[in-house]
């Protein structure tokens, strides 16, 4: 009973001992819990901290800006748009690039160097060194979709080059064409996120769409919009504005910054769509495309055999290689001995223009160059020149001079077009060339831009030229690369690695390789590329060791049925061209690559794909910061506003009223205007008159309403009134309209109104003035209000808006 007792009171002790130690612990625990909770995170400062600051030690280690490692090149990247490997005079084409063969001259040029095939993907992989749909780029933004490969915004995970050259040391600057940025973010009040300042770069001055009128350019600088620094009239084109503010730039860093390197990244309107060229260049060119784009696909293969770009063994492809059911009829070449006069007249014109734009952007890109060598720069800079996918069939079998109208499904008409064959490329067109040009610009490869699987669409002119870091000179590269590889090969050759986590986000690794190791490799030395997949649209192919395998599919058929696609198979290491389908000779290497290409895809985020019609793709609703309205009112004084986030008066009723003050006899002046020649309307006081011109395609004679009294000093409410009546044979509406003052209509009468949007390069919503191209010929731009003020203007869109998702659809694939 005893022993009992003294187990009881020993067990007691036990486990009193026990919790009063574990209460110990656990006190201990949370003092030096609260301990760790109020003390300061060790921030790298290796200084000492008194009281006094006399007492302590300054330690600037993590506090000065990083310096580029010693040498550090400066980095130069020119790319165009919309040029295939048989364009320019380096590899052997009609079109003379002086500064492009200067380069070549004193570098090296790539001929099997390959990109996405469309501009925005290809140029996310060139902000990233990623695959375009780890970026999220599977396609341009405008077609952005809610997969993780396809939702047009550039994740944490892969952190921007240009950022990563900021942080060690670089000056960061980016000119020209964007593309990158949601088209609901392009607007003044926008998310920024996605724009180049927050992205890496110190300085932007360029266009954030896919494509903008060359004479009167939609332009940013830095954060915000600006007007051209001139007109045409004055010799403006966005090409040279874009040398003079590049040259501009690097010359207020040499002012200050002399010793820190730079990277630039110019990206020119040129080649793409409207295709502007100023008359002398165009001039140039005369008579030097009239044998037509089949004999050039002849004449062009022989130079580049002889130049040594391709192996003289390489075949021809015909044109339209793919499946009558299969293709698209958009992308058909009409022969060119079945033209007549008038279109061979209108067709060899529209390459002499485009053949104009490229070299006279070419001599801007001089310019810069010519600024570096001044300098002293120029041996110790990467340049890098080349283009972001094959060249554009997107202008249909006729090409066009108005490209509103294909946007807008309204026909081209030859005689019409034929009045502007000598003005062609000038302020007064907004030109394409047609799909034959496209085919012969991207021979001897099949098809264009857009279609991945093959070269023609994917396989582009790059030349590099480094006097400091590249022996050879003048001398030819054949090793296989593609546009991911140029992030790693930059931070290869600058000694900088991509980080492994940044921003406290992991980051994925980088998709390419460095070609550095070809600056001094043979020209047929084996490549250190071991796989590239590919795929946009629907269209999708994988190249692998000298292997390549693609599956036949024309993109945004929407015909789907990926399961059934047929496979073929090209040793493109013996068959540049990719004329032989060794599919039924070698299976089982067919179906590695097929096997391939489904683990890249999974690696790659490629999956779902996607091939519907991009009528189906604009009906995928998209996330938006503002909710939708049908009552807008805009004061004067504001940046234009983008047509993407304007008010939508297409196929619908509304109304347009300004609130205005008169205060001198001869006001005058635009109070609100929305587009360009090539379509728009526009509300303004001419003679002391109440104009109201809706300016329908660009087509002769605008439709002009003007009020029947004069207006004189005073306060007035001015306005207009449509109303939709029927639907006619193109999707256009037509009714009728009546011009207000006050409560009286001044003016009235039939009028109709186009079905899309009024352009494509943006010629945003102003009021008190017309930005860019004026919408009239009745006033020029920007005709600013004078004599009064303006209050502010409300327009009000009434019923369901008519949409005609193929007119649309053309708008949206034109602006890649």
Not at 355 to 381: H, M, P
């Given at each position: 009973?005893?022993?009992?007792?003294?187990?009881?009171?020993?067990?007691?002790?036990?486990?009193?001992?026990?919790?009063?130690?574990?209460?110990?612990?656990?006190?201990?625990?949370?003092?030096?819990?609260?301990?760790?909770?109020?003390?300061?995170?060790?921030?790298?400062?290796?200084?000492?901290?008194?009281?006094?600051?006399?007492?302590?030690?300054?330690?600037?280690?993590?506090?000065?800006?990083?310096?580029?490692?010693?040498?550090?090149?400066?980095?130069?990247?020119?790319?165009?748009?919309?040029?295939?490997?048989?364009?320019?005079?380096?590899?052997?084409?009609?079109?003379?690039?002086?500064?492009?063969?200067?380069?070549?001259?004193?570098?090296?040029?790539?001929?099997?160097?390959?990109?996405?095939?469309?501009?925005?993907?290809?140029?996310?992989?060139?902000?990233?060194?990623?695959?375009?749909?780890?970026?999220?780029?599977?396609?341009?933004?405008?077609?952005?979709?809610?997969?993780?490969?396809?939702?047009?915004?550039?994740?944490?995970?892969?952190?921007?080059?240009?950022?990563?050259?900021?942080?060690?040391?670089?000056?960061?600057?980016?000119?020209?064409?964007?593309?990158?940025?949601?088209?609901?973010?392009?607007?003044?009040?926008?998310?920024?996120?996605?724009?180049?300042?927050?992205?890496?770069?110190?300085?932007?001055?360029?266009?954030?769409?896919?494509?903008?009128?060359?004479?009167?350019?939609?332009?940013?600088?830095?954060?915000?919009?600006?007007?051209?620094?001139?007109?045409?009239?004055?010799?403006?084109?966005?090409?040279?504005?874009?040398?003079?503010?590049?040259?501009?730039?690097?010359?207020?860093?040499?002012?200050?910054?002399?010793?820190?390197?730079?990277?630039?990244?110019?990206?020119?309107?040129?080649?793409?769509?409207?295709?502007?060229?100023?008359?002398?260049?165009?001039?140039?060119?005369?008579?030097?495309?009239?044998?037509?784009?089949?004999?050039?696909?002849?004449?062009?293969?022989?130079?580049?055999?002889?130049?040594?770009?391709?192996?003289?063994?390489?075949?021809?492809?015909?044109?339209?290689?793919?499946?009558?059911?299969?293709?698209?009829?958009?992308?058909?070449?009409?022969?060119?001995?079945?033209?007549?006069?008038?279109?061979?007249?209108?067709?060899?014109?529209?390459?002499?223009?485009?053949?104009?734009?490229?070299?006279?952007?070419?001599?801007?890109?001089?310019?810069?160059?010519?600024?570096?060598?001044?300098?002293?720069?120029?041996?110790?800079?990467?340049?890098?020149?080349?283009?972001?996918?094959?060249?554009?069939?997107?202008?249909?079998?006729?090409?066009?001079?108005?490209?509103?109208?294909?946007?807008?499904?309204?026909?081209?008409?030859?005689?019409?077009?034929?009045?502007?064959?000598?003005?062609?490329?000038?302020?007064?067109?907004?030109?394409?060339?047609?799909?034959?040009?496209?085919?012969?610009?991207?021979?001897?490869?099949?098809?264009?831009?857009?279609?991945?699987?093959?070269?023609?669409?994917?396989?582009?002119?790059?030349?590099?030229?480094?006097?400091?870091?590249?022996?050879?000179?003048?001398?030819?590269?054949?090793?296989?690369?593609?546009?991911?590889?140029?992030?790693?090969?930059?931070?290869?050759?600058?000694?900088?690695?991509?980080?492994?986590?940044?921003?406290?986000?992991?980051?994925?690794?980088?998709?390419?390789?460095?070609?550095?190791?070809?600056?001094?490799?043979?020209?047929?030395?084996?490549?250190?590329?071991?796989?590239?997949?590919?795929?946009?649209?629907?269209?999708?192919?994988i190249w692998k060791d000298g292997w390549k395998a693609v599956?036949?599919?024309?993109?945004?058929?929407?015909?789907?049925?990926?399961?059934?696609?047929?496979?073929?198979?090209?040793?493109?290491?013996?068959?540049?061209?990719?004329?032989?389908?060794?599919?039924?000779?070698?299976?089982?290497?067919?179906?590695?690559?097929?096997?391939?290409?489904?683990?890249?895809?999974?690696?790659?985020?490629?999956?779902?794909?996607?091939?519907?019609?991009?009528?189906?793709?604009?009906?995928?609703?998209?996330?938006?910061?503002?909710?939708?309205?049908?009552?807008?009112?805009?004061?004067?004084?504001?940046?234009?506003?983008?047509?993407?986030?304007?008010?939508?008066?297409?196929?619908?009723?509304?109304?347009?009223?300004?609130?205005?003050?008169?205060?001198?006899?001869?006001?005058?002046?635009?109070?609100?205007?929305?587009?360009?020649?090539?379509?728009?309307?526009?509300?303004?006081?001419?003679?002391?008159?109440?104009?109201?011109?809706?300016?329908?395609?660009?087509?002769?004679?605008?439709?002009?309403?003007?009020?029947?009294?004069?207006?004189?000093?005073?306060?007035?409410?001015?306005?207009?009134?449509?109303?939709?009546?029927?639907?006619?044979?193109?999707?256009?509406?037509?009714?009728?309209?009546?011009?207000?003052?006050?409560?009286?209509?001044?003016?009235?009468?039939?009028?109709?109104?186009?079905?899309?949007?009024?352009?494509?390069?943006?010629?945003?919503?102003?009021?008190?003035?017309?930005?860019?191209?004026?919408?009239?010929?009745?006033?020029?731009?920007?005709?600013?209000?004078?004599?009064?003020?303006?209050?502010?203007?409300?327009?009000?869109?009434?019923?369901?808006?008519?949409?005609?998702?193929?007119a649309e659809a053309k708008r949206l694939?034109?602006?890649?």
């Amino acid at each position: 009973m005893k022993n009992h007792k003294l187990r009881k009171q020993s067990l007691f002790y036990f486990f009193s001992s026990l919790f009063c130690l574990m209460l110990i612990v656990a006190c201990n625990n949370k003092q030096e819990s609260s301990s760790e909770d109020t003390s300061v995170a060790d921030d790298g400062f290796k200084g000492k901290i008194a009281l006094d600051v006399r007492d302590s030690e300054a330690d600037w280690t993590a506090y000065a800006p990083k310096q580029a490692p010693e040498g550090a090149p400066n980095i130069l990247f020119v790319l165009y748009d919309d040029t295939g490997l048989a364009a320019w005079s380096p590899y052997g084409g009609r079109i003379n690039m002086p500064t492009m063969d200067r380069l070549a001259a004193n570098g090296l040029t790539y001929t099997q160097w390959h990109t996405t095939a469309l501009c925005s993907p290809t140029r996310s992989t060139i902000l990233t060194g990623r695959n375009h749909h780890l970026n999220g780029m599977a396609s341009i933004t405008e077609t952005a979709d809610g997969f993780p490969g396809a939702n047009g915004r550039v994740p944490d995970d892969c952190a921007p080059f240009a950022q990563i050259m900021r942080d060690n040391g670089w000056s960061t600057f980016w000119l020209g064409k964007n593309h990158n940025v949601p088209e609901s973010d392009i607007a003044s009040g926008g998310n920024r996120s996605e724009w180049p300042t927050q992205i890496g770069f110190d300085r932007f001055y360029g266009f954030l769409g896919g494509e903008t009128n060359n004479w009167y350019p939609d332009l940013v600088m830095d954060n915000h919009f600006i007007e051209p620094p001139a007109t045409p009239e004055e010799g403006y084109h966005l090409s040279k504005d874009l040398a003079d503010q590049a040259i501009n730039m690097l010359q207020n860093q040499r002012s200050t910054n002399p010793s820190k390197p730079f990277y630039m990244w110019f990206n020119p309107g040129a080649n793409h769509a409207p295709h502007h060229s100023p008359a002398e260049y165009t001039a140039k060119y005369k008579g030097m495309f009239d044998d037509g784009y089949d004999a050039y696909r002849d004449w062009v293969v022989k130079r580049m055999k002889d130049k040594g770009i391709l192996p003289e063994d390489t075949a021809m492809t015909p044109f339209n290689p793919m499946p009558e059911d299969m293709a698209n009829p958009a992308d058909y070449v009409r022969p060119w001995d079945e033209l007549n006069d008038d279109e061979k007249k209108l067709f060899s014109r529209m390459a002499e223009v485009y053949a104009g734009f490229s070299e006279y952007t070419d001599a801007q890109v001089g310019r810069i160059i010519d600024y570096l060598e001044e300098t002293g720069q120029l041996e110790n800079t990467i340049v890098i020149y080349a283009a972001d996918n094959g060249a554009s069939g997107e202008g249909s079998p006729n090409g066009s001079v108005n490209e509103n109208k294909f946007f807008n499904g309204y026909p081209d008409e030859l005689s019409e077009n034929m009045k502007y064959l000598d003005v062609l490329g000038g302020p007064e067109t907004y030109n394409h060339f047609p799909t034959g040009w496209a085919a012969a610009f991207s021979a001897p490869f099949k098809m264009f831009k857009r279609y991945s699987q093959f070269a023609g669409g994917t396989n582009d002119p790059l030349v590099i030229s480094w006097p400091k870091g590249i022996k050879a000179k003048g001398e030819i590269r054949h090793q296989y690369h593609h546009s991911t590889d140029i992030v790693a090969t930059l931070l290869d050759v600058c000694g900088i690695e991509m980080p492994k986590v940044y921003n406290g986000v992991k980051q994925t690794p980088l998709s390419g390789v460095s070609m550095a190791y070809s600056f001094d490799a043979e020209p047929n030395g084996p490549t250190q590329k071991e796989v590239q997949y590919y795929c946009m649209l629907g269209t999708r192919g994988i190249w692998k060791d000298g292997w390549k395998a693609v599956a036949i599919h024309s993109p945004l058929s929407g015909k789907s049925n990926f399961d059934k696609d047929v496979w073929e198979l090209y040793h493109v290491a013996e068959d540049r061209s990719e004329s032989v389908n060794l599919a039924e000779e070698y299976p089982d290497k067919l179906q590695e690559l097929i096997d391939e290409w489904f683990r890249q895809a999974e690696i790659n985020k490629v999956l779902p794909l996607d091939d519907r019609s991009a009528a189906e793709i604009l009906t995928i609703e998209r996330p938006k910061e503002e909710p939708p309205k049908d009552r807008f009112i805009y004061k004067p004084g504001t940046d234009p506003v983008p047509e993407g986030v304007a008010v939508n008066i297409r196929g619908r009723d509304y109304k347009l009223l300004a609130n205005v003050e008169i205060t001198d006899p001869n006001a005058s002046g635009v109070i609100f205007a929305h587009g360009s020649r090539f379509g728009g309307h526009a509300l303004f006081i001419k003679n002391k008159k109440l104009y109201y011109v809706y300016n329908f395609l660009g087509i002769k004679p605008e439709q002009v309403f003007v009020s029947n009294t004069t207006l004189k000093p005073g306060r007035y409410t001015l306005g207009v009134e449509f109303k939709k009546e029927s639907q006619g044979e193109y999707g256009e509406s037509l009714g009728h309209t009546k011009l207000y003052i006050n409560e009286d209509v001044v003016a009235e009468g039939p009028m109709k109104t186009q079905p899309a949007k009024f352009t494509l390069s943006g010629d945003g919503l102003c009021v008190g003035y017309d930005s860019g191209d004026a919408v009239s010929e009745n006033y020029p731009s920007p005709s600013e209000f004078k004599g009064g003020t303006i209050f502010g203007v409300g327009v009000t869109a009434e019923g369901t808006p008519y949409i005609d998702l193929e007119a649309e659809a053309k708008r949206l694939m034109m602006s890649q």
